[in-house]
Structures are given as C-alpha cells and as structure tokens.
C-alpha cells in the first residue's frame, strides 16, 4: 500500500469545470459583472470584528539616525573637530600679526588667549547641537504612537551626556579656569644715572 501524498487533486471530474469557467472569464469578450464585487466600505459583518488592527507607527530611520549624529556631536565636542582647529590657527595668526605693535600682555592675549577661546567657543557649539538634536529624539521617543527601539533611547542619553560635558569643559576653556594665560613678569625699572 503506497502512501504517497501528492500536489495534484484527485478528483478529476471537478477540474475541467473549472477550467471552462476560467476560460471563459477570461476570454476576449468577457463581460465582467461588476456587481457581484462588494465594495469594502459596504461591507460590514462579523468579519471586520476579527480583523488585526493596524500597527501602531513604527520609528522611521530618522530618530535613529539623529541619535547617532546627535552622539558623535558629542564626542566630536569634547575631542576637537577640524573646523576648530583650523579656525585656531587663523586666529593664532592674525594674533601674531596684531601683536608686533603691542604690549607684552595684549601679544600674548592675541597669540594664545584668542586661539584657545575660538577652540571653546566651536567645541561648545557642537555640545549645544548635540544635546539639542538629542533632546529633541528624547522628546519624540516619550510619545506613546513613536516609541521606538530602545537602542534609540540609549544612544541619544548618551549623547546628551557627552553634550553636556562637552559644554562644560568648553566653559571652562572659555572662562580659562583650567589654565591662567602666561603673564609677562614685570621687569626692573632701571636706575636713572
């Protein structure tokens, strides 16, 4: 006794009909009869009770993708960019122009004093972008129909951790509290003779 299973229909009787009628819905003047398809917003029975809902809004790419950018603003911010640093030199440089006809104390003000500033001020920047772009995502995630992936949440706490640091140690920068500019020592008046 074989008990192979097989895709094929064993009754064969049911097939040829079947096969007529496909012919002849689809032959070339098959009228189609447009009143034997319901319209979906007629409808309405015991079936639409059982239907899943739809889900809810599931987070697009964008509040990822701006906890990660909001992320490296803030390691960025705390590390130095290149914008920084170039603009340090340019002001090194115009310092180092200005200070040929100056006091001892305004050459290395312009010198070093403005270079290190300018440093502060762009850090600082990239912290304050940081910490908003990541509030913003925070913000978003609380909402009950956009909460996404938790990973989202994390990178952008992160990121407003790394913010935040990075304004302070720019404040710092700023208000030269981890270092005093170098002071010219005072020199002896020399004698009248």
Do not use: C
């Not at 309405?44 to 950018?69: L, N, Y």
Request: charged share 15%; glycine share 10%.
């Amino acid at each position: 006794m074989d008990t192979t299973k097989t895709d094929q229909p064993t009754d064969t009787a049911a097939q040829p009909a079947e096969a007529e009628e496909a012919t002849a819905e689809s032959g070339p003047n098959a009228v189609s009869d447009q009143q034997e398809t319901p319209d979906p917003l007629e409808t309405s029975g015991p079936a639409d009770d059982i239907a899943p809902s739809p889900p809810a809004t599931t987070p697009g790419v964008v509040p990822g993708a701006a906890s990660v950018v909001a992320a490296g603003l803030g390691l960025v911010s705390l590390s130095g960019t290149w914008l920084g640093t170039m603009l340090q030199e340019r002001k090194q440089l115009t310092g180092q122009i200005k200070a040929q006809s100056g006091s001892a104390a305004d050459q290395i003000s312009a010198v070093y004093g403005t270079p290190w500033h300018t440093t502060a001020l762009v850090n600082g920047l990239f912290a304050l972008a940081a910490v908003v772009i990541a509030a913003v995502v925070l913000l978003r995630q609380r909402r009950p129909v956009t909460a996404g992936a938790p990973w989202v949440t994390a990178v952008a706490w992160g990121a407003v951790a790394l913010g935040v640091i990075g304004l302070l140690i720019a404040a710092a920068m700023g208000l030269d509290v981890f270092s005093d500019l170098p002071k010219v020592p005072a020199s002896p008046n020399a004698p009248a003779g």
